[in-house]
């Protein structure tokens, strides 16, 4: 009798089933996700969002690489949100949301089969800011006269600013006015430059994360990482080497654990830093628009 009932049970599941249409999706397509700042508080606007986690109606639709176009099943008023990932250090094998931006939350009228592209303020994809209550040092972006970066006693060569065109920061669709950068020449033949930021910073610690953002270019690899300063000693940590880029490109450091990692220090200090082991040709650093990050 029980199987019997089980049976029957299943014949109508699978009836009812076979009975049910297929719902169709929407299709959405985001190309990008800027940002914009207040340059005189927050710095540059210069962003690298290679990553988006989209939710409909609280839902949550998935993870996807920019640019994406991916389906969607909703019939009517639905509210998307957008929230925007990084390479954590600049490993694309590490995407993390960046806590510091805003989500970009929106309602939409979609329809079955319906082909939307999000896009705002005229630009080719969402726009975001960086979250209110976050806190951002501009550590350097060379357009004053002085310099929050000096060299250390294994530097070879210093560091000097650059007003060439073609050597300055730039990015597609950045409406701010980049006039230098800072640049690097390093000898050839095995030569070491290293630079520290003169302010020390106090930043939190015990898992808090604390990111540097950067812009380079260069050909060599740069180091970047913190000096540490505790009462009866100094340390240095580094943190991530990027590799030559002959194109300006933005990373994040995350310098969570170098910071954590010293509960008894009083403050740290950013340094980059680099070897020129070729004996043929000098090699160039560009850099602009260090600036810290972190709640």
Known sequence: MRNRFFFLFSVVFLFSCKNEEAKMPAYITVNDFKIQTDFSKEGTASSKITTIWVEANNEEIGVFELPVTFPLIADGETEITITPGINLNGTQAYRNIYEFYKPFTRNYTIAPLQELTIASNNASGPITGYEPNATILNLEDFEGAGFNFQKTIKSDTTLVSTTDPNEIFSEDGLVE???????VTM????????????????????????????NYKCDVNVTFGVFVNEANQRSQAPVVTVLPSSEWNKIYINLVTEVSAYPSADNFQIFFGAVNSDV????NIFIDNL????Y
Do not use: D, W
């Open 187 to 214: 000898p050839k033949g095995n030569s070491l430059i290293e630079f520290e930021s003169i302010q020390a910073y106090s930043l939190p610690q015990f898992g808090s994360n604390v990111y540097l953002e950067v």
């Open 280 to 283: 043929t040709s000098e090699k």
């Open 291 to 294: 600036k810290l990050v972190y």
């Open 177 to 183: 006015v980049n006039k230098k950068s800072g640049k």
